[in-house]
């Protein structure tokens, strides 16, 4: 299967991942122009009539860099949706997305309806599902997505357990198409390495949490520099659904991050619902991270991190041309 071609002609093969309270549109924009795809959750637009404002200021905006860049290469912008009864604007959020032609829809949680797959197809649109294991990347290609995100062992947020060496192979045994891969991917050569695995492109969201345009306190992004893969902790805690998280934030919110108790009462959706403003101020306490904090020593432009991720990647192909 080809890559589809709103994937083609990226400066790298890279999409940001939409993340919690961080991709606001200023992270958004940065990524685009930087040549990669700029992502965000629909549910970061709060109140939920500020995502039409959104859409229309991010699109204006790259248009106008297009314009005045045509020799740069400018990535697309996807939208993740949660797929979950729980989540009452999904309805909504995918109207104001197909209106605006968003051009990748990134779905989360459970596989999509065909509706939701058709109405972005109608306009030439993609849709990328994420998935931590076999069964759930074969339940959302049985619904019809174009492709898949794995997100393995070290990726921040809700990541799995799975290592990326096997996911990829196994989930390569059932689907040919487009594949990213998300779990402590923060420099160029990780990138190289992610390709050489078999996928199409690397999934990053912590290397951009530490950026000037996340929307993240200093205090985040200074931890993120601080951190090694020794201090993420993996936990169900906070939202019933196991993910990676600051040790320091866990600390700093007067918890044992080795007594945490199991939370198996609630659910992802029910945490991300924004009704709960208990739930709201605890993704803004508890900092989700990834392993590859490590690799992380400062906090510069997207541009910057993007031209950074450019040279090391360069360099890792011409040190593997160099030794074969």
């Not at 990726?155 to 402590?184: C, D, M, W, Y």
Request: glycine share 8%; charged share 20%.
């Amino acid at each position: 299967m080809q890559i589809p071609k709103v994937l083609t002609g990226l400066r790298l093969p890279i999409i940001a991942a939409p993340m919690f309270t961080v991709s606001y549109p200023e992270l958004v924009i940065a990524q685009c122009c930087a040549g990669i795809v700029g992502s965000f959750p629909a549910l970061n637009a709060r109140p939920p009539e500020l995502l039409d404002e959104w859409l229309t200021d991010i699109q204006s905006t790259i248009t106008t860099f297009k314009a005045a860049n045509p020799k740069k290469k400018v990535g697309p912008i996807a939208v993740n949706q949660i797929i979950h009864q729980s989540n009452q604007r999904l309805e909504q959020d995918v109207r104001v997305c197909v209106k605006h032609q968003v051009p990748i829809f990134i779905t989360s949680l459970r596989a999509p309806v065909k509706e939701i797959i058709d109405e972005v197809h109608r306009y030439g649109g993609i849709v990328l599902h994420d998935v931590i294991n076999l069964r759930h990347a074969e339940k959302a290609l049985e619904a019809g997505v174009d492709g898949l995100i794995l997100v393995a062992a070290g990726a921040g947020g809700h990541a799995g357990t799975t290592s990326p060496f096997a996911l990829v192979n196994e989930i390569r045994q059932i689907f040919k198409g487009p594949l990213a891969l998300s779990g402590s991917i923060s420099t160029g050569a990780d990138v190289l390495a992610a390709k050489v695995m078999g996928v199409d492109f690397a999934y990053m969201g912590t290397r951009f949490i530490a950026s000037q345009e996340a929307h993240a306190a200093m205090s985040y992004k200074d931890a993120i520099v601080r951190a090694k893969s020794a201090d993420i902790v993996y936990t169900d805690y906070f939202t019933g659904v196991s993910g990676n998280y600051l040790q320091e934030s866990i600390l700093e919110a007067g918890l044992d991050p080795k007594k945490l108790p199991n939370r198996e009462s609630k659910t992802i959706a029910e945490s991300l619902e924004q009704k709960s403003d208990q739930s709201a101020k605890a993704w803004k306490d508890i900092w989700g991270a990834g392993q590859g904090v490590g690799s992380i020593m400062d906090v510069p432009s997207t541009e910057m991190i993007v031209a950074r991720l450019e040279q090391e990647y360069q360099k890792a192909i011409h040190s593997i041309c160099q030794t074969i």
